[in-house]
């Protein structure tokens, strides 16, 4: 899918940075218009368009085709492998500040739901780009610790002081400082079943993020690394094997394994996925 420098969600301000109402849903009713567009262009057949969808663009992209059935088709490529509720069962600790404030806000506000009484202790942001830090700014001036990579603070801390003028955000209407917890080692967090083990990634590919592992469940959440295409190979082969070579050198047990773009795939199947990749 490409973008056309006139068109604005009705839905958003032309501010596109305020991102409390630069949605996913107001993303899909920008793709609707660029696709009603389209359709009205010379030389397109409007019964053959097929959105086609990167990262939070998988999202949208199945969005814009439920509610449009001339849709011919849609392509989603490394698209949101889990819910946040999904992914947060396994822990008090939220993982991910994910695409925009309103986006993690009501994940936190399911979390608490679901767990009644129980305080959300901290949010992880396990690498740099936008589907793991747009919420970031929310989770800040709610006043919650976050944990980052060394590499990524600079990048944080002009996104936490960047001014919200034209449509002030929760930080920008009550600001405070950010409670930043440094990931540059191995840290664990939490307890028992919910003991989490944080690991920097320090390969080529890989050095903007961390790995998170639950020792109780031998379950391991590898960031933005782990993506499958249709055909069950692996999006990205280099990044999962820089995610091994940690596993190998932290001597981690792992029977499962689960990303930002990936549902939960037994360790030993992404394990052959890299063997017959490197070959």
């Given amino acids: 899918m490409f973008r056309h420098p006139a068109w604005t969600s009705q ?19 920008d793709v609707r218009t660029e696709v009603a567009w389209l359709r009205t262009q010379p030389g397109i057949d409007p019964k053959r368009i097929m959105p086609v969808g990167n990262s939070e663009g998988g999202l949208i992209a199945p969005m814009v085709g439920a509610k449009d059935p001339s849709i011919a088709a849609i392509t989603t490529l490394a698209g949101p492998g889990a819910s946040g509720i ?16 309103t986006y993690i806000g009501g994940i936190i506000d ?59 955000d929760l930080l920008a209407q009550s600001a405070r400082p950010p409670q930043w917890r440094i990931v540059s080692h191995k840290i664990q967090v939490g307890t ?29 959440y590898a960031s933005d690394t782990l993506a499958l295409n ?5 999006y990205d082969p280099e990044l ?13 047990a792992v029977t499962t ?19 017959k990749a490197l070959k």
């Fill in 11 to 29: 839905n958003v301000a032309q501010d596109v940075t305020d991102n409390a109402k630069f949605t996913s849903f107001a993303k899909a009713d």
């Fill in 86 to 101: 999904d992914v947060a069962r396994y822990q008090v600790e939220q993982p991910e500040s994910p695409l925009s404030g």
């Fill in 110 to 168: 399911k979390a608490k739901a679901q767990n009644p009484g129980v305080n959300l202790k901290a949010v992880l942001s396990t690498s740099d780009s936008w589907p793991h830090v747009g919420g970031v700014r929310q989770v800040v001036a709610l006043g919650l610790p976050v944990y980052i990579l060394d590499l990524n603070k600079p990048l944080l801390e002009r996104l936490v002081a960047s001014p919200r003028h034209l449509h002030p």
């Fill in 192 to 220: 028992g079943a919910n003991l989490m083990e944080l690991y920097p990634l320090r390969g080529a590919s890989t050095e903007r993020q961390y790995m998170v592992y639950f020792p109780d469940h031998q379950l391991l």
């Fill in 230 to 234: 249709s055909d069950g190979s692996l």
């Fill in 240 to 252: 999962m094997r820089e995610v091994m070579e940690e596993v190998k050198r932290e001597n981690l």
């Fill in 257 to 275: 394994v689960f990303a930002m773009h990936q549902g939960p795939v037994p360790w030993a199947q992404v394990a052959a996925l890299i063997e």
